[in-house]
């Protein structure tokens, strides 16, 4: 969509607001909103003015002023507010020369699809991430220096077997680890998750399917590929869409990636691939029907994963998922079809969907930054030529103990990402597409974090060292 396009929608559909909006460096979406007189095709030209400062792990206040330059092909209608409101997604640059931010992730991603085309591997990087997310219809927590607790609920949970209800307990819902596919009332949440999907259709969306998923009160919706910057625009699309239906349902809705234990998970498996001038660069005659390239880019990923965690489960919850001995693709391997590893090749039936699956990241990521990590790994490997090794086609799961020692995994915690992040990082360093400002800004960000889960005593500790 053009300027002309954006401005045209806006008086065909009468609009009275723009909502502005960008996306932090932790990766919550933000936002402005305007009168639909203060936007024309200078706004779109010249961008917003706005204070930096206000953003954690953005600008001091002595140099807090900077411009929001927003892109006319991302405007959708907003689906959720009472007044006729147009939103446009922006990138960050520097009011005084024009040039890009450093610390915006937008602008990150966009840049990581810029030195793809320079580096003449290919010209065009698709993505295509399965977020799961959970639903509870009642969430309690506290964090105080005398009380550290947290209580959820939702009348589907597998727990509430023999809960009294006033209108009676039907008695139907999955149990742990029962809720992939099982139909209604089973799953009772078909309805939402339809509305969900609609809604995301009708904002311009490329959708596909919804489900269940296997742990009580999980679900996923389906995001057709599409190209790097665009795609994390519509994962935070996605987020707004899954958040806001379920609030109007009654309901919460969350990404975390271990809200509950005892049951599975949430991750964002992340389907990449390249073309380069229309033709599909991972298709090829080698293991799984991959390229050389494909092999490469595998081998960059693999070698990189404890860096990719950073960004790919860039909260101390991801690593309640990412435990071994469970079913979490912890294991730094790859293989066709199998399940286990961090790394997937998914059974493609025309070279067009050639593609490699990482299967370790989570929704908690800030997607433009996470795609841009995983894209400077896989091309650091294909410029390197690293070689993946040998394919792992057993079940990882199943391992004796002695073969199972011999694979490498990824982080077992976000201090161990950090650190791996401050010791690997001169591939994201590459074209300028992270730089050393962005890592240092985002690591204290995340080592704030970092300090405040480890700093905390935990409920279990009370139970196991109280009387000690």
């Keep these: 969509m053009s300027i002309k396009d954006a401005l045209k929608l806006m008086k065909d559909e009468e609009v009275e607001y723009v909502d502005v909006r960008f996306t932090d460096p932790r990766g919550k979406l933000q936002h402005v909103t305007l009168m639909h007189t203060e936007v024309d095709e200078d706004f779109f030209d010249e961008g917003f003015m706005f204070d930096g400062s206000s953003i954690a792990g953005w600008k001091s206040i002595d140099q807090s002023d900077m411009k929001l330059i927003p892109d006319p092909a991302s405007v959708y209608i907003d689906p959720f507010y009472a007044e006729k409101t147009m939103c446009v997604h922006c990138t960050v640059v520097e009011p005084d020369t024009g040039e890009p931010y450093a610390r915006d992730p937008r602008g ?34 506290s964090v105080s220096m005398n009380k550290v607790s947290y209580e959820v609920d939702a009348i589907d949970a597998a727990w509430n077997t023999d809960t009294s209800y006033e209108m009676g307990n039907m008695g139907h819902r999955p149990g742990v680890k029962g809720g992939y596919f ?41 995001l057709i590929f599409g190209t790097l910057t665009k795609q994390a625009d519509d994962i935070q699309k996605y987020k707004y869409v899954i ?27 992340v389907n990449m691939s390249i073309w380069k001038d229309g033709k599909p660069l991972f298709a090829g005659d080698k293991y799984a029907d991959l390229s050389q390239e ?85 091309l650091d ?13 057993k079940d990882l799961y199943d391992l004796p103990p002695e073969e199972l020692a011999s694979i490498p995994t990824v982080c077992a915690s976000l201090r161990e990402a950090l650190e791996s992040l401050q010791q690997d990082h001169d591939f994201l360093l590459a074209g300028d597409v992270f730089t050393k400002d962005q890592i240092e800004g985002y690591l204290a960000l995340k080592w704030d974090e ?6 905390t005593p935990h409920p279990v500790e009370y139970k196991l060292y109280y009387s000690c």
């Excluded at 490997?381 to 086609?393: A, E, H, L, Q, T």
């Design 108 to 141: 990150t991603a966009e840049k990581a699809e810029a030195y793809l085309k320079s580096s003449g591997i290919g010209d065009q990087a698709f993505f295509g991430p399965e977020a799961e997310f959970f639903l509870f219809d009642d969430v309690r927590f």
């Design 182 to 222: 099982p139909v209604n009332p089973i799953d009772d949440a078909q309805d939402l998750r339809s509305e969900m999907l609609s809604t995301m259709k009708r904002m311009g969306m490329k959708v596909d399917k919804h489900h269940h998923e296997v742990a009580s009160c999980q679900h996923e919706l389906g």
């Design 243 to 269: 958040h806001n239906v379920a609030h109007a349902y009654g309901k919460s809705a969350t990404f975390m990636p271990k809200p509950i234990a005892g049951d599975n998970g949430t991750g964002m498996h």
């Design 294 to 378: 494909a092999l490469y880019f595998i081998g960059g990923i693999l070698k990189h994963a404890k860096t990719l965690n950073a960004f790919t489960n860039p909260s101390t919850n991801s690593y309640k998922r990412l435990i071994p001995g469970f079913e979490a693709p912890v294991l730094r391997a790859y293989s066709a079809r199998n399940r286990s590893g961090c790394v997937r090749i998914p059974w493609a039936e025309s070279p067009k969907a050639k593609r490699v699956e990482a299967r370790f990241p989570d929704p908690s990521a800030n997607p433009y930054l996470a795609f841009s990590a995983l894209l400077m790994a896989g």
């Design 381 to 393: 490997g294909i410029k390197n030529k690293i070689d993946p090794g040998p394919s792992s086609d």
């Design 450 to 455: 970092v300090y405040a889960y480890e700093h």
